[in-house]
């Protein structure tokens, strides 16, 4: 006998067998997906195929959740909204199958790393132009030390501001950081046809050579310029210095990601645009899936904080939904849930009769019930996930929540 919560939620008992994402269609009922994937089911190489991992992401859903509830609810051809498209997750599956995406973000790191991951590139040209920066970065920094100074100079002053140059001469060597803006000043001098994919294979970069613990790249607090024992590696580690070796690695990995993805890019339609959701008219669209950012647990702006301070992008950090720095008080809580109803409130106006919301959500505070009940929506279902193979020292199981609401 199900209790009232339990009939309620519907959490259903599903089968031993994982759900393979490519064998969902339209008729596969809700009842019999298992979506509770291991290591086993889904490794890391899968979970991370071809542009997914052009650079780390804290807070994204894998695509064989995306790809799912776009082949249950989506056709090729029709349009999904993605309103805090974070990584461009859900833009990146849309396109594999032939639907057309829309992304937006507050965040300008995320929309840059969205853009990128879903340009439509020509393989050998990416090849080439990686291949030509980064033989050129070399070149520049291999040279007598009295002359790297003065180039140093030449490639700082023109693009950094006072805070800018602060921030990134705490948080990197200086061998790294000179690597680093050389790179930058070729992005910014060169005629690069796709100079955003470099600029992530920079921020990738930036990323790496932080001043900061092998282990602890996702949350680091302080600059780290002693040894120390890395639980990594098991061992006295020492702060990295440079720049370069990451750059070389990552290049090579951006060229073969991009050529795999190149090879099953659809011509489907995808955009994405710099905005706060809650004052955006949206267009018409079959329905959204998305993850929202979850009250008081990650800022935004501040987890890519390197890539704002080199590339000079505009931080709206101020308008994020939710962040770590209000905290999940009883009035942050509120205030999430008015935003995050009215970003959903402005989607449902536009978009197709008996359209699915998809809403992916770690609701730990309980915060979705309400947001449902403000908007004009059935509650078909409710599905609760166990994500149970994170890795590294984010090992910690828990429960995400699949929001499948119907348009009425």
């Known amino acids: 006998m199900l209790t009232k919560e339990e009939e309620r939620v519907k959490i259903y008992s599903i089968g031993d067998v994982p759900t393979r994402s490519h064998e969902v269609t339209p008729s596969t009922p809700l009842e019999e997906l298992n979506l509770n994937w291991t290591e086993k089911d889904l490794p890391e190489r899968e979970r991370t195929k071809h542009v997914h991992r052009l650079h780390p992401y804290l807070g994204k859903y894998i695509p064989q959740l995306v790809e799912v509830f776009l082949r249950k609810y989506f056709s090729r051809g029709q349009t999904v909204i993605d309103p805090f498209c974070g990584s461009g997750t859900t833009l990146v599956q849309a396109n594999e199958l032939g639907i057309n995406a829309i992304?937006?973000?507050?965040?300008?790191?995320?929309?840059?790393?969205?853009?990128?991951?879903?340009?439509?590139?020509?393989?050998?040209?990416?090849?080439?132009?990686?291949?030509?920066?980064?033989?050129?970065?070399?070149?520049?920094?291999?040279?007598?030390?009295?002359?790297?100074?003065?180039?140093?100079?030449?490639?700082?002053?023109?693009?950094?501001?006072?805070?800018?140059?602060?921030?990134?001469?705490?948080?990197?060597?200086?061998?790294?950081?000179?690597?680093?803006?050389?790179?930058?000043?070729?992005?910014?001098?060169?005629?690069?046809?796709?100079?955003?994919?470099?600029?992530?294979?920079?921020?990738?970069?930036?990323?790496?050579?932080?001043?900061?613990?092998?282990?602890?790249?996702?949350?680091?607090?302080?600059?780290?310029?002693?040894?120390?024992?890395?639980?990594?590696?098991?061992?006295?580690?020492?702060?990295?210095?440079?720049?370069?070796?990451?750059?070389?690695?990552?290049?090579?990995?951006?060229i073969k990601r991009v050529a795999a993805f190149a090879d099953i890019r659809s011509k489907a339609c995808v955009e994405v645009y710099h905005e706060d959701c809650r004052t955006v008219d949206f267009p018409e669209a079959h329905g959204v899936i998305t993850s929202p950012p979850y009250v008081g647990l990650i800022d935004y702006h501040e987890q890519h904080a390197y890539a704002y301070h080199l590339l000079g992008l505009e931080d709206k950090r101020a308008k994020e939904i939710g962040p770590a720095a209000n905290g999940k008080s009883k009035n942050a809580k509120e205030t999430y849930q008015k935003d995050i109803g009215e970003v959903f409130r402005r989607i449902l106006e536009t978009m197709h009769p008996d359209g699915r919301l998809i809403v992916v959500a770690n609701d730990q505070e309980n915060l979705y019930d309400e947001i449902a009940e403000s908007l004009d929506v059935e509650v078909e279902n409710i599905i609760q996930r166990h994500v149970n193979r994170r890795t590294g020292r984010r090992s910690t199981e828990f429960y995400e929540s699949i929001f499948i609401w119907r348009k009425l």
């Open 103 to 254: 992304g937006y973000d507050i965040s300008a790191f995320n929309v840059l790393l969205s853009q990128a991951k879903t340009a439509e590139y020509d393989a050998p040209v990416v090849r080439r132009e990686i291949l030509d920066i980064l033989a050129k970065v070399k070149a520049a920094t291999q040279i007598d030390s009295g002359q790297r100074r003065l180039w140093m100079e030449c490639t700082k002053k023109p693009y950094l501001s006072a805070d800018d140059s602060e921030y990134l001469e705490r948080w990197f060597a200086p061998q790294a950081l000179e690597e680093l803006l050389t790179y930058r000043y070729y992005i910014e001098a060169g005629e690069y046809e796709y100079a955003d994919l470099l600029k992530i294979i920079l921020c990738r970069s930036a990323r790496s050579a932080r001043l900061t613990t092998h282990f602890d790249l996702d949350f680091p607090k302080e600059p780290v310029t002693e040894p120390y024992h890395c639980y990594k590696h098991r061992k006295i580690c020492q702060p990295t210095q440079e720049a370069f070796k990451f750059l070389k690695r990552y290049s090579t990995d951006t």
